[in-house]
């Protein structure tokens, strides 16, 4: 994979360089980064960063105040999608704990987006139950939660899975043990709000986040 820089050679663009070899490296990417010719005082943004010769598309929301470790450059995790979007893997797997709520919603939205003849699943190293909530805020989104069901991650062969994506925030995540490329997209759980309207809203909040994103990831170029 190639990572081109179309922004002044400076010691800020070299941070950036600095902060793309370290996202590529926990991710398991092989990538080669460098500088393309770009006229002085060209502003970085997501379009100033390709990824084999495709740009980082701009943020499908305004940005949080942690989006980013600078304001300069997009949120880590639409550059971790866009690495993986032009690996066009395969084969997902999304993990939480119990393989309840967060993972559950992944495994649908990326379903309902994944190209033709991508595998999508999702799994647990506790696995429960799938939320009551998860099936009514993807309805409410068009999107089908047929065939959900919670499970581990011992049902799951290692050779069908590429790249994984782990959600939890504040537990230890699930660890599959096979070769592939990983993100990890710390999501607070909603089925940790108590209140019934609060928990909805949480539940709305994850679906729309993970909505963002997948729709990035699952763009691929086939």
């Known amino acids: 994979m190639k990572i081109r820089l179309n922004l002044p050679k ?9 902060l793309l070899e370290h996202i590529t490296a926990e991710m398991g990417i092989s990538a080669s980064i460098g500088f393309g010719h770009t006229p002085s005082g060209m502003r970085v943004d997501s379009s100033a ?12 929301y305004p940005p949080g105040p942690a989006d980013s470790t ?23 797997l999304f993990m939480c704990v119990h393989n ?6 992944a495994e649908a939205i990326a379903r309902h987006l994944a190209p033709e003849g991508v595998t999508v699943m999702s799994a647990g190293s506790e696995p429960s139950r799938v939320h009551p909530m998860v099936p009514r805020v993807l309805e409410e989104a068009g999107i089908s939660a047929d065939g959900l069901h919670s499970k ?40 940790a709000q108590t209140d019934p309207d609060a928990q909805l809203r949480a539940f709305r909040r994850t679906r729309d986040e993970l909505i963002s994103r997948l729709t990035v990831l699952m763009d691929y170029t086939l």
Do not use: K, N
């Open 70 to 92: 600078t304001d300069t450059i997009p949120p880590v995790w639409l550059i971790q999608a866009a690495l993986l979007r032009e690996l066009a893997p395969r084969g997902w």
């Open 100 to 105: 309840s709520a967060r993972s559950q919603l």
């Open 10 to 18: 400076t010691p800020d663009s070299d941070g950036i360089r600095e």
């Open 49 to 60: 960063i390709l990824v084999d010769g495709r740009p980082i598309p701009d943020p499908p």
């Open 152 to 191: 581990g991650t011992d049902g799951i062969e290692p050779r069908d899975v590429q790249a994984t994506v782990t959600l939890c925030a504040e537990e230890v995540c699930p660890v599959f043990l096979a070769r592939a490329w990983h993100v990890h997209w710390p999501m607070p759980d909603p089925a």
